[in-house]
């Protein structure tokens, strides 16, 4: 994991995010990291797989503003200061994903632009059934 860090209190996931760091460019070159998990990675519990991106487009420095709000099943989000959290219910069933492999925990739904920002996030939390 890059610039990501996973905090849990009981069935509250929050992920921390240092939004001024740069983390290079993406495989494709089109935009800059800032953090990611590299892929899903597994949770203390065994259960429970994470898969985070956070990231801009192109080059040049990250651009946001304080905010708060939530997008997607389940996750709330607060940018203060150059750090990012994202806070989800790891109790929280939503179904199954759309090939049905899994149950969806907290999802994004696609990558999501901050408001006020030119930074994008995408998220998804899920379980084994």
Do not use: C, W
Not at 64 to 93: H, N
């Amino acid at each position: 994991m890059k610039n990501v860090s996973l905090t849990r209190e009981g069935d509250e996931l929050r992920v921390t995010v240092d939004l001024s760091e740069d983390h290079g460019p993406s495989s494709s070159g089109k935009s800059t990291i800032i953090g990611t998990t590299g892929g899903s990675q597994p949770l203390e519990d065994g259960v429970t797989k994470i898969g985070l991106n956070v990231y801009r487009k192109g080059a040049g420095e990250a651009s946001y503003e304080d905010s708060e709000g939530e997008f997607g099943k389940g996750v709330t989000y607060q940018v203060e200061g150059d750090e990012l959290v994202l806070t989800f219910d790891l109790s929280k069933d939503f179904g199954p994903s759309s090939s049905g492999k899994t149950l969806i925990v907290a999802s994004s739904q696609g990558n999501q632009t901050l408001p006020g920002s030119n930074v994008t996030v995408g998220v998804n939390a899920f379980r084994k059934p």
